[in-house]
Structure formats: structure tokens, C-alpha cells
């Protein structure tokens, strides 16, 4: 039986991976922050990707490892301007190290299977949008991660795939528009005076368009596909509005901040 080890796996693209992988017959271990949180059929393992022992734990605890989905992520939404540089470290040290970490705990696993490797990455990857900077500087870095180690691994036969959902109906964005209302709740009168009403416009485009996103399970579909094809590919767009930034991303600069502007802040 292959065995895959899903991070993140307690709600969202996590538990729909690991939901999918159950059904094809796959041995699934969810890494999930909270006792009770891995999905139906799942072992459950406690595994904060920025704990170091937890780490270590889990890549003690399980024997044989045929695929690493590193899914784990969080979104944190303020201007570059104000956000604490603390929020900052954590949206790397979560979106970044954390994959990192994980990773270099279980390669020795993925050697002995020449096991496959699938980051879950974003458009944001591609296409950074105001306000979302910091989370999509975790992304850019995940497309760096994941093309070098695509060669690096080359060798032992460890097969590399980065999936770049756009707009995905899950829990992420609520829990960033949680955060994000605590720090700007806490932030100088001068970020509401400034950013206010180009914030307001934004959250209404997301909200709208978050309640229109693609379903998890069509990013658990690209995952399957990425471990189980002869041949997978090394990166996929999922979801229509993904493609449509990605368009919108070849176009010359200046053009591209223009429409972005307008679909965006007004």
C-alpha cells in the first residue's frame, strides 16, 4: 500500500487531499495542530510544521513514505507599509521554512521509495496583489524551492510538482480576514487614513470572488494526478481566475498595475 503524509490536512485543500488519496486506497497520515482535526479514515499526526520536535517526531513515527504533500499555509492580509514584522516572519516561517523542514525530515523516506514531492503553492506564486504581499512573497519563494529541488532530486529519482490554485472556497480566507481585523484593529490611525478605502474595495472583489472560487477537490484532483502519473507535471494552474492572472501577469507592467487597480481598489 502507498503512503502519504498530507501537512495541513485538518480542513480546507489539506483534508480534501488526504480525503482523496484515503479513497484511492492510499495509507494517509494527516499532520494536522489539533488532536481531533484529521479527516475521517486518516492517522492522525501532530505536526506543527514550525515545531522542530514535532517534525522530528513524525518523521521518527512513520517507516515508509511514498509521497509528501506540504500544504500547510496561512494568508496574512496588510499593507507592507504596516504590518508587524513579526506577522511577516510568521507568514514565511509557516509558507517557507516550514515546507522546508518538512521536507528535509522525510527525504531520506522519498530516497528509498523514489517517492514523489508535490508543494501546494498559489497564483500568488506568479501574481502579487496589494495587500497580500507578504503572503505572496511565501509563494514566490515555493516556485524557487520547488524548481531547484526539482534538480537537485533529479538523481534519486524524486519526482517534484508545484499545483498554483487561484481563488479556492476554503477556510484560509476567513481565518485571514480574522487576523487581518486584529491587526488593523491594533495599528496606527494613519493605516485606515491612508489604506482604508482601497482595503474596503479589495475585501468586497475577494469576498465576491472567494464565494465563487474553485472547490478544494479540484486541487486534491491535481495533487492525485501529480503523484500518480507516469510523467507528472511540474507545476498546474487550477481554477479559472488563476489562468486569467496568469494572463494578466504577461502583459507589460505598468498595463498590469492599471488592471489591477481597477478590478481591485475601486
Avoid at 4 to 19: D, E, K, P, Y
Avoid at 166 to 192: H, M
Wanted: glycine share 8%.
Amino acid at each position: 500500500m502507498r503512503t502519504a503524509l498530507v501537512t495541513g490536512a485538518s480542513s480546507g485543500i489539506g483534508a480534501a487531499c488526504a480525503s482523496r488519496l484515503i479513497s484511492a486506497g492510499w495509507r494517509v497520515f494527516a499532520g494536522v495542530r489539533r488532536a481531533g482535526d484529521a479527516p475521517r479514515g486518516a492517522e492522525e499526526i501532530l505536526l506543527d510544521v514550525t515545531d522542530e520536535s514535532q517534525i522530528r517526531a513524525a518523521a521518527n513515527g512513520i517507516e515508509q513514505l511514498d509521497a509528501l504533500v506540504n500544504n500547510a499555509g496561512i494568508a496574512i492580509a496588510m499593507p507592507l507599509e504596516f504590518i508587524p514584522l513579526d506577522e511577516l516572519r510568521r507568514q514565511l516561517e509557516v509558507n517557507v521554512i516550514g515546507q522546508v523542514a518538512v521536507t528535509q525530515a522525510f527525504l531520506p523516506h522519498l530516497r528509498r521509495t523514489r517517492g514523489r514531492i508535490v508543494f501546494v503553492g498559489s497564483i500568488a506564486g506568479k501574481s502579487a496583489l496589494p495587500f497580500l504581499g507578504a503572503y505572496a512573497a511565501s509563494k514566490h519563494a515555493l516556485e524557487a524551492i520547488a524548481d531547484a529541488l526539482r534538480i537537485e532530486l533529479r538523481p534519486f529519482g524524486i519526482a517534484v510538482s508545484l499545483v498554483e490554485p487561484g481563488t479556492i472556497r476554503t477556510p484560509i480566507w476567513e481565518k485571514s480576514a480574522a487576523v487581518a481585523d486584529s491587526l488593523v484593529s491594533g495599528a496606527p490611525a494613519d493605516l485606515r487614513e491612508l489604506y482604508g478605502e482601497r482595503i474596503a474595495a479589495f475585501r468586497r472583489v475577494a469576498a465576491k470572488r472567494g464565494a465563487s472560487g474553485a472547490s478544494a477537490e479540484a486541487v486534491a484532483r491535481a495533487v492525485d494526478k501529480a503523484l500518480t502519473q507516469e510523467r507528472p507535471s511540474t507545476r498546474k494552474l487550477i481554477g479559472r481566475d488563476a489562468k486569467l492572472r496568469a494572463g494578466v501577469e504577461r502583459l507589460p507592467d505598468r498595463i498590469r498595475d492599471s488592471v489591477y487597480e481597477r478590478v481591485l481598489l475601486r
